[in-house]
């Protein structure tokens, strides 16, 4: 993809930020980052794992 190779966007918050997923490791850590800055950098570290945010209840931070 052009756009954040090696991840793949599950979601959003309706708000501007994208739910991505990296596709390495047979799909792990999941991050929230801005649908104008969708570059790792500037990704915020949501969870470990797909499995574990949606153990926690899968919220959003504000």
Do not use: K, N
Request: hydrophobic content about 45%.
């Amino acid at each position: 993809s052009l756009y954040c190779p090696g991840y793949l966007a599950i979601g959003d918050d309706s708000g501007g930020r994208a739910v991505v997923m990296a596709l390495d490791d047979h799909w792990q850590a999941l991050f929230l980052v801005d649908h104008g800055a969708m570059t790792p950098d500037c990704f915020e570290p949501l969870a470990p794992s797909l499995e574990a945010w949606l153990e926690a209840g899968p919220c959003l931070p504000e």
